[in-house]
């Protein structure tokens, strides 16, 4: 067996016991100067299709992306889904995504000073997922700290809303404190065709974290991309190591 794959998830993973939820950037796939310069790679639509078989649909991608943009990137895969770190849920792939429990459009005047506060660092980009904002940095590594600073300065200021900012990879965001990605893992895990079964997450940033203890609480197995971080029981060291071990499980052969 391949050192860099977690043992239980290559050899022998009981695909009708197990449900597996994935996140995208940094995990399934590489990071781009800008989100919207990501590439799928050839093959990776149809390995996730071919796992949500295995598994009896019970996949589900986890992504602070808004759905639309997930469509997007996999089209034609249309998979069971939350969006924005789990404000958007979709429990099948023909259903319409509901809004979840405690999420709301962020206020518009809230998105004007974000757009303002992070337009003032020449190079760090501002994006409205509704739910969420995010400030990137990627092109501007020197404002990290200011930047933070800044948009921790922007919450203290709002006299209304429950609002966090998190620390992703060269980003930060401002969401709702009630919505996160552990919250949406254990939505799905109450209803088929996940219900029962041992969940695995894989992610790469401080947002699966939430992700990474709603397994552990399960008796599940959180794998993180690239570092360490708490709750986990594997370190995959690129997305193109998760790709690999997606496609080697996808190999595998389906019980009847």
């Not at 770190?85 to 005047?109: M, T």
């Not at 370190?235 to 019980?255: G, N, S, Y």
Request: charged content about 25%.
């Amino acid at each position: 067996m391949n050192s860099h794959f977690p043992k239980m998830a290559t050899d022998d993973l009981d695909f009708q016991r197990t449900a597996l939820f994935l996140d995208v950037d940094g995990t399934l796939l590489d990071f781009a100067a800008t989100p919207d310069r990501v590439v799928v790679p050839d093959g990776l639509a149809a390995t996730i299709a071919r796992l949500e078989d295995l598994l009896g649909g019970a996949l589900a991608i986890v992504t602070g992306r808004t759905l639309a943009d997930l469509d997007r990137l996999f089209f034609p895969l249309r998979t069971r889904a939350a969006g924005v770190h789990g404000a958007e849920l979709r429990f099948a792939p023909d259903e319409v995504a509901i809004e979840a429990q405690g999420a709301a459009p962020l206020p518009e005047g809230l998105w004007r000073e974000f757009a303002a506060v992070t337009d003032a660092f020449p190079g760090a980009l501002p994006e409205n997922k509704r739910y969420s904002f995010t400030a990137h940095y990627r092109a501007a590594p020197q404002a990290a700290a200011p930047l933070r600073a800044a948009l921790l300065s922007l919450l203290e200021r709002q006299a209304t809303g429950d609002f966090e900012l998190t620390d992703a990879l060269c980003a930060y965001e401002i969401k709702p404190s009630s919505v996160n990605k552990g919250e949406a893992v254990r939505r799905f895990l109450e209803r088929p065709p996940f219900v029962g079964r041992r969940p695995m997450f894989v992610g790469d940033d401080a947002s699966d974290e939430f992700g990474f203890r709603s397994v552990a609480d399960r008796r599940g197995l959180a794998f993180a991309v690239g570092a360490a971080r708490p709750e986990v029981d594997h370190v995959f060291a690129d997305p193109a190591t998760v790709r690999l071990w997606l496609e080697r499980l996808a190999a595998q052969p389906a019980v009847s």
